[in-house]
């Protein structure tokens, strides 16, 4: 499970760029309440295990 702790490294990694960039965080996991809150406060989409999971089956369905 990701964490407060991790999403704040994700910040902290995405803050040296100097421009415009996507913050998204994806996860094979899920994430705990306290990251989704941190991560809602500084515009990080979250993508969760399941999320993925979806995303895949999707796909699947459209390219076969």
């Known amino acids: 499970i990701i964490?407060?702790?991790?999403?704040r490294q994700f910040i902290d990694t995405v803050g040296i760029f100097q421009y415009k960039v996507l913050k998204l965080l994806v996860t094979t996991s899920d994430f705990t309440s306290d990251a989704q809150i941190l991560a809602e406060r500084h515009g990080i989409q979250l993508i969760s295990g399941s999320?993925?999971?979806?995303?895949?089956r999707r796909s699947r369905r459209v390219f076969s």
């Open 3 to 7: 964490g407060a702790r991790d999403v």
């Open 51 to 56: 999320q993925v999971e979806g995303l895949v």
